[in-house]
């Protein structure tokens, strides 16, 4: 993804015709029948040989292990004025990608610029008439898609499709780019035609799903909330005064706006895209033309950016934690009990308005709910991972009974799937349902279990599928979660009621040769 497009690439570039393509070297496909829209005009500038590396060094079969969204990349083109959170829309929806397990990467602009103009002076840079900044411009441009090419082309394997007929790993490629404005010269009405017309002949011709996010807002309120929150704090403006920086930026979105063009119902009626009017209040979406694109929209859809709290609990201390057992549906323990009055009186200190407390259908979730009092609702999207064969087994258990089994978990925990249970993929998926409440919610409390409690916490936390199963989430403890504007501030709360540790590392020996004390060395204690 291009990170703020809009606000970097505003250079004056011709868009090139099919005869003008083929010239410089590009190899022209027959077009296919579809109206996906494709590359701006500024895609010109990648050399023929990055464009066929694109397409032709890429043919590899994807790994089996990850999911196949679609048949063909994607690209989400982020559209607006500055200042109208497409940054913020960029992050959320690329981090929500990436948890599902669709490998997605933002590349910003301008960070690009930053790195090519090492001081930023003021406003002057973005006006489109700065020929030497249009300059920079297109060499950041240029930078910036032969990145892209090569995340294509070589990252982890899985860029394009192989030459079979086998189902193709999407890298939904988040890019952030303008509905490329005039040079001197020409109006916004001169250019459209050729854009539109650019914008096909790539769709054709690379065979890239198109897929735009405009975010519109007129509301100065939250333009100025935004600035205020965001944009001064970047580093155009370390050791800037506010009340300067706050007028130079406004008179910057000035530049945007003598050339900034909007997606038109009409005359882009054969574009996919979503329209986001003042951060949600309303929707136009467009044209919407496969699976991927329709979870970008619901996922869009559902998210707002009200300030609010979620709280995260595991259930308190089970009788069956105390003897070092996974799963199971047994109740607490008298430790655990203290913990369910101790979560009761955390909660009233809170003073958390119209909060709303979820858990599992498991026994050791509710008896920590009913001490708090409230009404709660019951998921069974909560309960913990099935371990199959494996439930209510220690992990000396396990490894006596079954030590392939055992190896071959620590060596993916994330994709391992136990016999008859569920691997922290599935679970992943089974909880995608509770992530898109949790976004259309305000401040909920969940009790839950340790695979669940990481799988959440590393979709609010941007942990990788590696990182997930490792993620530390002490019986006991309660996390607060409070979304800040591109991440989430996290603060742990222990409840100083002691309890057993579940918490068991990966350990360095993970051969399925390896010895029981090997295999059992990172275990934790217990009765």
């Known amino acids: 993804m291009l990170g703020d497009m809009s606000q970097e690439q505003t250079g004056a570039y011709a868009d090139p015709s099919a005869e003008d393509l083929g010239a410089m070297g590009w190899r022209l496909n027959k077009p296919k029948e579809r109206l996906a829209p494709s590359f701006p005009s500024y895609l010109s500038v990648m050399s023929p040989h990055s464009a066929e590396k694109l397409l032709c060094d890429s ?16 690209m989400i083109v982020m559209v607006g004025l500055p200042a109208r959170g497409k940054t913020y829309i960029s992050k959320k929806l690329t981090r929500y990608l990436n948890w599902i397990g669709v490998p997605t990467q933002v590349f910003n602009l301008g960070q690009y610029r930053r790195e090519a103009v ?18 920079i411009r297109r060499a950041c441009a240029s930078n910036a898609l032969k990145d892209i090419a090569n995340y294509f082309a070589k990252e982890q394997g899985q860029v394009a499709v192989s030459k079979k007929d086998y189902h193709k790993t999407i890298q939904l490629l988040q890019c952030l780019m303008p509905l490329t404005p005039p040079g001197r010269g020409e109006g916004p009405s001169s250019i459209l035609p050729k854009r539109r017309a650019t914008r096909q002949f790539f769709s054709s011709n690379l065979c890239f799903q198109v ?10 309120e939250i333009i100025e909330a935004n600035i205020m929150e965001v944009k001064l704090s970047s580093p155009d403006y370390e050791n800037c005064d506010k009340e300067e920086a706050l007028e130079d930026f406004l008179k910057r979105i000035e530049c945007y706006k003598t050339t900034y ?20 209040s ?38 069956l934690n105390l003897l070092g057992r996974i799963g199971g549906d047994t109740g607490l323990s008298s430790q655990g009990t203290r913990y369910a009055s101790a979560l009761c009186e955390f909660i009233k200190n809170q003073a958390i308005t119209d909060l709303k407390v979820w858990t599992s259908h498991m026994k ?36 006596e009974n079954y030590p392939e089994e055992f190896a071959l978990r620590d060596q993916d925990k994330y994709r391992y799937r136990y016999p008859k249970g569920e691997s922290y993929e599935d679970l992943v998926h089974r909880l995608e ?20 409690m990481r799988c959440l916490l590393a979709y609010f936390l941007d942990k990788s599928a590696v990182e997930l199963p490792y993620l530390k989430c002490p019986l006991h403890t309660v ?14 709360f222990y409840l100083n009621v002691k309890a057993v540790n579940t918490h068991r590392e990966k350990p360095a020996n993970v051969d399925v040769t390896r010895r029981s004390e090997d295999a059992l060395r990172t275990v934790p204690d217990h009765f």
Request: charged residues 25%; contains cysteine.
């Open 211 to 220: 897929f735009f996010i405009e975010s519109i807002c007129d509301d100065p």
């Open 261 to 280: 063009v909007s997606l038109d119902e009409e005359k882009d009626r054969h574009l996919s895209y979503i329209q986001i009017f003042n951060v949600g």
């Open 479 to 492: 996390l607060k979660l409070t979304p800040v504007a591109y991440g989430c501030k996290v603060e742990y």
């Open 118 to 135: 090492k001081s930023y002076k003021n406003y002057e840079f973005f006006r489109p008439d700065n020929e030497e900044a249009m300059k």
């Open 59 to 74: 043919q590899t079969d994807p790994p089996a292990s990850r999911p196949q969204f679609t048949n063909s990349p994607t």
């Open 282 to 319: 309303r929707y136009l979406v467009n044209r919407v033309q496969d699976h991927i694109q329709s979870r970008i929209v619901y996922y869009l859809m559902n998210i707002h950016v009200t300030p609010r709290s979620i709280y995260l609990s595991r259930h308190g201390e089970s009788e």
């Open 364 to 399: 050791r979730t509710i008896q920590t709910a009913e001490a708090l009092g409230v009404p709660y609702e019951q998921w069974k999207a909560l309960n913990e991972i099935d371990a199959g064969v494996c439930e209510e087994m220690t992990y000396e258990e396990i490894q």
């Open 433 to 452: 349902p509770v992530i898109m409440e949790l976004e259309r919610q305000e401040n909920v409390l969940v009790i839950c279990h340790q695979a669940v």
